[in-house]
């Protein structure tokens, strides 16, 4: 039975990843005004909505680094332990984006819940902050979301050297900082929109889920908490339909518990994810459940940490290694 359970989940993983294809020669109007403006979807937003940019992130090293983090915070962290009557649950969306193509921004997904005031964390590729920027401008000021690291261009942690590490995670702050120096500047209509959204992301997610000791320390060394789930959402069935949502949420919302971090995706990969994400809120809100973000559920209580990277067991996502080009960024990648 886990088995298959197991199976599932990584089945879907590759869906969501290798479901990217061709790139439609779309600019991004990367002047145009963004904050606060049009949170419409539009044809930017669509998973080859702007041409791929492979070129070198323009800030490799963030101006600011952060301290290292103390021993005990060096791992994996998967859920938090509150008290069991304490119904809380971060909802976390991640936005990969490969070095070989684009992915999209669900704005279902962001809009469902900017409007239903429901907190979230957002894990971005650094290469897509650059790709949809005005949208990171956008999710910057709203105040209850939280902005973390997902790696450059998806590179595997567990195939990459320390200094491939670094740069994944370093450029991935760097181009934060760089979209967020241009939300400040004086120039930006709604600058007085921002709110305090921290100078630099704190919280790091596994591409793949993949992870080494070693990882995990230069992670750590660079300052930044290592973030992954106890619940993963998407299941790999098409959420599309309303009757495999609601099953696939039904799913979830069982393993939910105090303290849980639930995995889902916002890049439109796959593209169901908004209508599975309206089920399962709304079962979750039926339990009494609330929702915060990552940095705020680590604030209620002690985190549960492992020292490798999984999807639900220890080993689930070995395979992957062998699926995204010999470093994990679809860089040199067969195609099956
Ligand atoms: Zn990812």
């Known amino acids: 039975m886990w088995k298959m359970g197991q199976h599932l989940v990584v089945l879907a993983f590759c869906l969501i990843i290798t479901s990217i294809c061709a790139t439609a020669e779309v600019p ?3 002047s145009a005004p963004v904050v ?28 600011r680094m952060l301290p290292p983090l103390r021993g005990e915070d060096v ?11 304490m119904k809380v649950a971060a909802l976390t969306f991640d936005f990969c984006e490969l070095q070989t193509k684009v992915s999209g921004c669900d704005m279902g997904i962001v809009n469902f819940l900017r409007t239903e005031k429901l907190p979230a964390t957002f894990f971005m590729c650094g290469k897509w902050m650059r790709s949809h920027a005005r949208r990171l401008r956008q999710i910057m000021t ?4 939280e902005v973390a690291n997902h790696a450059w261009n998806h590179g595997n942690c ?42 630099v992301p704190q919280l790091f997610r596994l591409p793949y889920a993949r992870s ?11 300052g930044l908490r290592v973030v992954l789930w106890d619940v993963v959402a998407e299941n790999g069935s098409d959420c599309t339909n309303i009757v495999n949502a609601r099953r696939a949420a039904a799913r979830a919302a069982q393993t939910v518990r105090p303290g849980s971090i639930i995995l889902l995706h916002a890049n439109l990969v796959p593209r169901g994810s908004a209508q599975l994400l309206k089920e399962l809120v709304a079962l ?12 705020e ?39 099956h």
């Open 158 to 199: 567990a195939l990459l050297s320390r200094a491939e590490l670094e740069e994944q995670v370093l450029a991935t702050q760097g181009e934060y900082e760089l979209v967020r120096e241009k939300l400040l500047s004086p120039n930006t209509q709604d600058a007085q929109d921002l709110h305090q959204m921290p100078q």
């Open 36 to 63: 606060g403006s049009d949170w419409q979807a539009d044809r930017l937003d669509e998973k080859f909505g702007v041409k791929n940019n492979n070129a070198p992130p323009e800030r490799p090293v963030p101006k």
């Open 75 to 85: 791992g994996v962290i998967r859920r938090v332990k509150v008290p069991e009557d």
């Open 284 to 295: 979750l809100r039926d339990k009494g459940y609330r929702f915060v973000t990552v940095g």
């Open 28 to 30: 991004e109007a990367l």
């Open 212 to 222: 080494t000791p070693q990882a995990l320390e230069g992670i750590a060394a660079l």
């Open 297 to 335: 559920l680590l604030s209620l209580g002690e985190q549960e940490t492992v020292m490798d990277g999984y999807f639900c067991r220890p080993g689930d996502n070995l395979q992957l290694d062998k699926k995204f080009g010999p470093k994990g960024t679809g860089v040199g990648r067969r195609e």
């Open 142 to 145: 709203v105040p209850f979301f």
